[in-house]
């Protein structure tokens, strides 16, 4: 059984420091891995897909790493901003199923 | 383009109830699935589908029934509410095995 483990649970960071959540898995055979954001009493959005031969991909300010063989990925938020403020979660994906993390709550100071 | 749409957004049952979460998408996404979000534990899988007229269970199926006889529409059924089961209710779709997954905006259920 796949288990993802996210660690911190919580942080918090004055404005404009870079957040780096990181995200552990058990099973390294996985088809991809996908990070979403989601804000408090809403729905879960996507931010980044990795495929599961890609080391890392990027989208604006996020940068996301994969390390298969060592079952890692870590999602690097650059000059962070208070908007940003939000639980960040991680979601491994085998055949048609996936295995979350219990996300890592990120609060921007201003 | 909707996307992902579920109903309702809140519901409240009184243990024994039972009722029918309902998930539409109109992305032509073979694969639908619903999962479950409690504090602290992540989201868990219930049951999806893989195409209509194809189910299975997912990591905490008991309880639910699900079926799919479109391509659009997953809906799940709870027959017996119990307090355990209130929770926030999450229906995803995607177009294939491995692919990205998108989300709808969830179902907050609440058994008293």
């Known amino acids: 059984k796949q288990e993802v483990t996210q660690i911190p649970a919580a942080l918090s960071v004055p404005e404009g420091e870079n957040l780096v959540l990181n995200c552990s898995f058990t099973?390294?055979?996985?088809?991809?891995l996908q990070w979403f954001r989601q804000d408090p009493g809403k729905g879960l959005t996507s931010l980044l897909l990795?495929?599961?031969?890609?080391r890392e991909q990027t989208s604006g300010r996020l940068n996301a790493s994969l390390d298969k063989s060592s079952g890692r990925s870590t999602l690097y938020i650059a000059a962070s901003q208070p908007g940003d403020s939000a639980t960040y979660l991680c979601?491994?994906?085998?055949?048609?199923?996936?295995?979350f993390g219990a996300g890592t709550t990120v609060t921007v100071r201003a | 383009n909707a996307g992902v749409t579920q109903t309702p957004k809140f519901q409240v049952l009184k243990t024994g109830q039972s009722m029918t979460l309902q998930c539409a998408q109109d992305?032509?996404?073979?694969?639908m699935s619903w999962y479950r979000q409690d504090p602290g534990m992540g989201l868990r899988l219930i049951h999806y589908?893989?195409?209509?007229?194809?189910?299975d269970q997912g990591e905490v199926p008991n309880g639910y029934n699900v079926s799919r006889s479109t391509t659009e529409d997953f809906p799940l059924r709870l027959l017996s509410a119990a307090p355990s089961q209130t929770s926030v209710y999450f229906c995803?779709?995607?177009?294939?095995?491995?692919?990205?997954?998108?989300f709808g905006s969830g179902t907050q259920l609440s058994v008293l």
């Open positions: 589908s893989v195409g209509a007229g194809i189910t």
């Open positions: 990795i495929q599961s031969s890609q």
């Open positions: 992305m032509n996404h073979e694969y």
């Open positions: 995803a779709s995607g177009p294939g095995r491995g692919e990205k997954l998108f």
């Open positions: 979601a491994v994906i085998g055949d048609y199923k996936l295995s």
């Open positions: 099973d390294s055979a996985i088809y991809n």
